[in-house]
């Protein structure tokens, strides 16, 4: 039997902090691709000078995990990442010096340190903002409307193991329409073109967390089978928030509030 190899050189510093990593993904940046912001935040980090701990073995790599990340294209101003590092550090000075090192659009909005629990385990639902260019609040609040008297709502998605089947209906916490204000949405800072008139309506809803995900355009899907929704132009999607879901105001909370609490204790 071939023996294994034992690396050479010293064993790699152990972790001593856990820092957790709020960011946002906006503007022309929404079109990064997860593997894209992984590079950027490693440049980032190295620029930044963060003593980052390392596996072991041939191939180290810094220790960092990424959860639940959006979809390509899609905008966010909650998405989250956690790093592991060989000295203790203040989470506002790493904020202020990765925010600087990253490209205008990747923004740092908050830096904890990991006190309590598994940062995976708390992203329950998530916050989703869509802006439909052309589209009326009436029409959109009539196809939700139809959507939410449904009790199951199934839609087909083509997944690397082929197509898969599942319901959406179940995930659909709660969707609200609203009228985008005057001028654009805030959002986007677009204004409607002329080929798609003056309407503009707004689409809240609350997804939660399932296996398989269900994602805005799985929504989006669903809305066209149930209602025959069909834009001449896909929506603006933007992540508003994911976290802990709060039954007993039906909004979604902030996953890093445990840890700035227990910081506090």
């Known amino acids: 039997m071939a023996r294994q190899r034992v690396p050479e050189g010293p064993a790699p510093d152990p972790a001593v902090q856990r820092l957790r990593i709020r960011y946002a993904k906006r503007g022309r940046l929404r079109f990064t691709s997860s593997r894209d912001f992984q590079r950027a935040l490693e440049r980032a980090l190295r620029r930044a000078d963060v003593p980052m701990a390392f596996s072991a073995g041939f191939h180290p790599h810094p220790k960092i995990s990424y959860a639940n990340a959006a979809a390509t294209g899609t905008a966010s101003e909650a998405e989250y990442v956690e790093i592991q590092v ?4 203040d989470p506002q000075a790493v904020r202020t010096a990765l925010d600087g090192a990253l490209p205008d659009g990747l923004d740092i909005v908050t830096v904890v340190e990991a006190r309590v629990g598994n ?9 989703w903002r869509l802006e439909f260019l052309g589209v ?8 939700v409307e139809q959507l ?3 009790d199951r709502v199934e839609v087909t998605r083509m997944t690397k193991s082929g197509p898969r089947t599942f319901d959406v209906r179940e995930a659909l916490v709660s969707a609200e329409v609203a009228e985008a204000p005057e001028g654009g949405s805030g959002v986007s ?4 073109s002329g080929d798609l008139g003056a309407d503009c309506a707004i689409l809240r809803m609350v ?7 269900v994602r805005p ?3 989006l899907t669903a809305l066209r089978d149930v209602a025959g929704l069909q834009p001449l132009r896909p929506p ?3 992540r508003l928030a994911q976290g802990p879901f709060d039954t007993a105001t039906a909004r979604v909370a902030d996953p890093l509030a445990a840890d700035e609490n227990a910081d506090g204790a």
């Open 86 to 89: 060989t000295e203790r550090l």
């Open 148 to 150: 939410l008297a449904r």
């Open 136 to 143: 009326s609040p009436n029409r959109l609040g009539e196809a």
């Open 217 to 219: 355009d799985d929504i």
């Open 119 to 127: 940062l995976a385990d708390r992203l329950e639902a998530s916050d």
């Open 207 to 213: 997804v939660r967390h399932t296996t398989p995900a």
């Open 189 to 192: 800072g677009r204004a409607p």
């Open 236 to 238: 603006l999607v933007t």
